[in-house]
């Protein structure tokens, strides 16, 4: 398979594994706290790499789950706890994280290859070179994600993240998509990629199966659209799919803009 077509077909797996997930996170109102997650990538990054001297190990992964549970759990807790009103805990913990990734990187990692800019913005077409495949793992991510939705469905379409147990699992499978995904999307981008297909999706629909089938396609859609946009630019792939998100996310707002003013018109 050529780059091109390993890197296309990385960006469409990339954005179905998030939109999955998104769409709770945003029935939820939870959106920023993806923000949060992926930025805790970067001292979970620096911790493995502490603790196992390669950038390849697979307990990275694990490092970086457990700093973005942190986030969302310790965030949750103080909101809980009456302490800190509103999202001021996740924007009291994540920046503190982030923060202290960035020095030590800086201090104990400076003859290291780790790019914090690669981290930030992700670098889709290098993920795709890696053997083995990172598809594989993206696949691997975005079918637990739909096998654990299609599961929990009844549960969650009755109230989105209903039941404390349930909350936490599905944290820990955004926590593990925002990990998986930095690596095409970069800790900035991967908020993008969750939230546009969903609020696009709720456009059309309030229906929670529908909105999942929409937002998985509109996923589809524009990381095709984003790829195209970057390979025939000379661009970069990530933020070319988030402009492609926009995008339709803009032209559907105004289309049922229309739609619902001719509508009014009509009726009157």
Do not use: K
Not at 151 to 163: H, K, N, V
């Amino acid at each position: 398979m050529s780059l091109a077509a390993s890197a296309f077909l990385l960006a469409v797996v990339t954005a179905v594994a998030c939109a999955i997930p998104g769409v709770f996170v945003v029935l939820s109102r939870q959106s920023m706290l993806i923000d949060g997650i992926s930025h805790a990538v970067l001292p979970g990054i620096a911790l493995g790499f502490l603790f196992t001297a390669s950038l390849t190990s697979p307990w990275l992964l694990v490092t970086t789950v457990v700093g973005g549970l942190l986030v969302a759990l310790g965030s949750e807790w103080l909101t809980r706890s009456g302490w800190l009103a509103g999202d001021a805990a996740l924007g009291l913990i994540y920046p503190a994280l982030f923060a202290a990734g960035v020095i030590l990187i800086s201090t104990r990692f400076s003859h290291v290859h780790l790019d914090v800019h690669a981290v930030l913005v992700g670098d889709l077409n290098l993920a795709a070179m890696t053997r083995p495949p990172f598809v594989l793992v993206m696949g691997t991510v975005a079918i637990i994600n739909a096998a654990v939705t299609l599961i929990a469905l009844p549960r969650l379409t009755a109230r989105a993240f209903s039941g404390r147990g349930l909350a936490t699992v599905y944290l820990a499978l955004v926590t593990l998509t925002c990990t998986a995904a930095f690596h095409a999307a970069g800790a900035m981008l991967v908020i993008a990629l969750m939230v546009f297909p969903a609020i696009t999706a709720r456009l059309f629909t309030h229906r929670v199966p529908a909105m999942l089938a929409a937002a998985v396609a509109v996923a589809i859609i524009t990381a095709a659209a984003g790829f195209w946009i970057a390979y025939h630019l000379n661009a970069a792939t990530s933020p070319a799919m988030t402009v492609a998100n926009a995008g339709v996310f803009l032209a559907v707002l105004a289309l049922r803009t229309v739609t619902r003013r001719t509508a009014g018109a009509t009726q009157r």
